[in-house]
């Protein structure tokens, strides 16, 4: 039975998917993303420039590649315009490779009105949303409420249109939060042209032929794991299956017809907005890996979270998602370090446990394994032999502890700095 790979984020996003994907494409016929919206950022950096893709497949930038949108994803037209804009001026033509499921649903403007207003009441409880609109437009289609793309060339669709923007004006009124999603409303219709102009289908079928014509087709996670709606840090996650189980019901595949499962991690942690971080440094050490790897999110510029990599929740993401293969980011931002250090298990005021458990929030103290630093420059190495004893040392560990090979190991941002362990 022919069957699709997985590319899922292991931590709480920010992996390198992006990148990744972009240098898997030429491999693959067909991208596909199965979920999230412009929550996510897909940094991807060649001749010089860095893109960032918000909902748009990372496999765009290669010619003759189908590029599909599934049905988990949610839609902001405005961001999908703007985005299909700057990859026109690039001389890329979306329109030529993009599919979009019908089934997709729409972010109005009201429900990004709605995100902020919800941030805005919970004060020091807010989960760190990006604003988008993804939540609200994830509760509109879990409660039956949603617009779709299909219903934006069936009749009707303006009248179904104001009848959710009404119903969430009066949620805004309970908020006595006060915007006006008319101000918005010139420009999400100029996106929803936009996105008449793609190829929008059913895509249960689609993907479904295409798997049964034996075309190879790499499915896109974003975010990442531990954000899971299910399986994350709760209440801080996203609004969408983010795991592996989510590229079934985000494209309409079986779980028979999966294949490999590629978990992406950094060679360190990071983490945006609020929610439990335990092995998060709030010294120089965490200061120093946030400027060494640039990190600032891709869609909202917000600085990151940093710490070292932390070993139980990486078991557990692996667990849950049954990653095959392993790939390693942002090795290179660890150069220079004296000692790098891995969290093997967590002391809680009751015992110390190597697991992720329910409670996140409790006080999870890291337990950490201390290893040799490296001091040589990897950005450039094109070649597993020339990299560090150190360097391997880590890798190795890795390996050894989780039970999974690393078959990539990413050096830098652009496309060519990517080495492959020979086994």
């Known amino acids: 039975m022919h069957k699709i790979d997985v590319l899922i984020g292991l931590q709480w996003g920010d992996e390198g998917k992006g990148k990744i994907v972009d240098v898997l494409t030429p491999d693959y016929d067909v991208i596909a993303r199965f979920q999230g919206g412009p929550n996510a950022g897909h940094s991807l950096e060649f001749n010089e ?35 299909a ?24 403007p009201s429900h990004r009105i709605l995100d902020a207003a919800s941030e805005a009441v919970k004060g020091e409880t807010r989960i760190g949303s990006t604003l ?66 793609c190829k929008l289908v059913d895509s249960e079928h689609f993907i479904n032929h295409l798997i049964n014509d034996k075309k190879r087709i790499l499915a896109e996670g974003a975010q990442g794991t531990l954000l899971d709606i299910d399986f994350g840090s709760y209440p801080y996650v996203t609004s ?17 017809r999966i294949g490999e499962v590629l978990g992406v991690f950094k060679a360190y942690c990071t983490r945006v907005g609020g929610g439990p971080f335990p ?7 965490g200061t120093r890996l946030r400027e060494q790897g640039m990190e600032f999110g891709s869609t909202t510029g ?9 070993l139980p929740s990486l078991k557990y993401s692996i667990m849950i998602n049954g990653v095959t293969q392993l790939i390693i980011t942002k090795s290179d931002v660890l150069t220079g370090f004296d000692k790098i250090k891995v969290c093997t298990a967590y002391k809680t005021p009751d015992k110390v446990i190597d697991y992720l458990p329910f409670d996140t929030s409790q006080p999870l103290e890291p337990l950490y394994k201390e290893m040799k630093g490296w001091s040589k420059d990897i950005s450039a190495i094109e070649d597993c ?14 390996e050894e502890e989780t039970g999974v ?19």
């Open 49 to 83: 420039i860095k893109h960032v893709l918000h909902t748009i497949p990372s496999g765009i930038f290669h010619k003759q590649k189908i590029n599909l949108i599934g049905n988990g994803v949610v839609i902001d037209p405005v961001v999908f315009k703007q985005e």
């Open 85 to 108: 804009q700057a990859l026109e001026s690039l001389g890329v033509l979306p329109a030529d490779s993009i599919h979009i499921s019908n089934k997709a649903h729409l972010i109005l």
């Open 132 to 197: 988008k609109g993804i939540g609200p437009t994830y509760m509109d289609k879990t409660g039956r409420n949603g617009l779709r793309i299909g219903d934006i060339i069936l009749p009707g669709f303006y009248d179904k249109y104001r009848y959710l923007k009404n119903k969430h004006m009066d949620i805004l009124r309970q908020y006595d939060y006060k915007d006006d999603p008319e101000k918005y409303e010139e420009e999400w219709f100029q996106g929803i042209e936009k996105i008449k102009t």
């Open 240 to 256: 969408s299956s983010t795991i592996c189980a989510g590229a079934c019901t985000g494209l309409g595949i079986a779980p028979s």
């Open 279 to 285: 092995t998060e440094l709030h010294d120089e050490t």
């Open 302 to 310: 917000r600085p990151r979270r940093c710490g070292w990599l932390d």
């Open 385 to 398: 032999s020339q990299l560090p004893d150190e360097f391997m040392s880590y890798i190795n560990y890795i």
């Open 405 to 423: 090979p690393v078959t990539m190991i990413s050096l830098g941002p652009s496309r060519k700095a990517i080495v492959y362990p020979q086994k």
